[in-house]
């Protein structure tokens, strides 16, 4: 698979549409679920996932022949590091505009399929309130437990490169990545 995804990016770099378009296609799911559980309520109020997403795509696409491949790794760092840039500008925007403006998201069947790896197999036929009951218990965990979450079980990090990415031992991680989900299966469980 890895050797696949480096074979699209320099396809890529050299201005293949197909390739750039199966190698965005394959994250895409995972970017709408991690933008999404990243937003936060004040983001999500505003704006789409898939708009967000869209947007990163875009910056991704222009600034394609900057990046040095370091993997499939490298490139989800990438790609998941500019959505969270991207996240945080449109976060400090709402902010600032206190707007009370709404809009539909759609495409949530995508959504339900990549937030499957968070919740039980039980959850399966999730409805557009399943969707925001998860991002509220989501939105009530502490800032290292949404991270440790989304990376292992949103962005696919090995244990590894998440005691790296959040500066622990790998003991740390998985220790707070269990606890973390244990604590979200509460939240959830207490909206039954």
Same mark, same amino acid.
């Given at each position: 698979?890895?050797?696949?995804?480096?074979?699209?990016?320099?396809?890529?770099?050299?201005?293949?549409?197909? $390739?750039?378009?199966?190698?965005?296609?394959?994250?895409?799911?995972?970017?709408?679920?991690?933008?999404?559980?990243? $937003?936060?309520? #004040?983001?999500?109020? /505003?704006? !789409?996932?898939?708009?967000?997403?869209? !947007?990163?795509?875009?910056?991704?696409?222009?600034?394609? !022949?900057?990046? %040095?491949?370091?993997?499939?790794?490298?490139? %989800? /760092? +990438?790609?998941?590091? #500019?959505?969270?840039?991207?996240?945080? %500008?449109?976060?400090? /925007? +709402?902010?600032?505009?206190?707007?009370?403006? $709404?809009?539909?998201?759609? =495409?949530?069947?995508? @959504?339900?399929?990549?937030?499957?790896?968070?919740?039980?197999?039980?959850?399966?036929?999730? #409805? %557009?309130?399943?969707?925001?009951?998860?991002?509220?218990?989501?939105?009530? @965990?502490? =800032?290292?437990?949404?991270?440790?979450? #989304?990376?292992?079980?949103?962005?696919? @990090?090995? /244990?590894?490169?998440?005691?790296?990415?959040?500066?622990?031992?790998?003991?740390?991680?998985?220790?707070?990545?269990?606890?973390? @989900?244990?604590?979200?299966?509460?939240?959830?469980?207490?909206?039954?």
């Amino acid at each position: 698979m890895a050797e696949d995804v480096s074979r699209l990016i320099e396809s890529a770099q050299r201005g293949d549409a197909t $390739a750039l378009d199966a190698l965005l296609g394959r994250y895409l799911p995972g970017l709408r679920a991690f933008v999404r559980l990243r $937003a936060g309520p #004040t983001v999500r109020a /505003h704006e !789409s996932a898939s708009d967000i997403a869209q !947007s990163v795509c875009r910056e991704v696409l222009q600034n394609l !022949s900057t990046f %040095k491949y370091g993997g499939e790794t490298g490139f %989800k /760092h +990438w790609l998941y590091a #500019t959505a969270l840039r991207k996240l945080q %500008k449109r976060d400090e /925007h +709402w902010r600032a505009q206190k707007r009370e403006a $709404a809009r539909v998201v759609g =495409d949530e069947q995508a @959504l339900l399929d990549a937030y499957r790896n968070v919740s039980s197999p039980s959850r399966r036929a999730m #409805t %557009k309130e399943e969707l925001a009951r998860i991002e509220k218990a989501f939105d009530e @965990l502490g =800032d290292d437990e949404r991270e440790v979450i #989304t990376l292992a079980r949103v962005v696919g @990090l090995p /244990h590894k490169e998440i005691a790296e990415a959040m500066g622990r031992t790998e003991g740390a991680t998985r220790v707070l990545l269990h606890r973390a @989900l244990a604590k979200l299966a509460e939240k959830l469980d207490v909206g039954d």
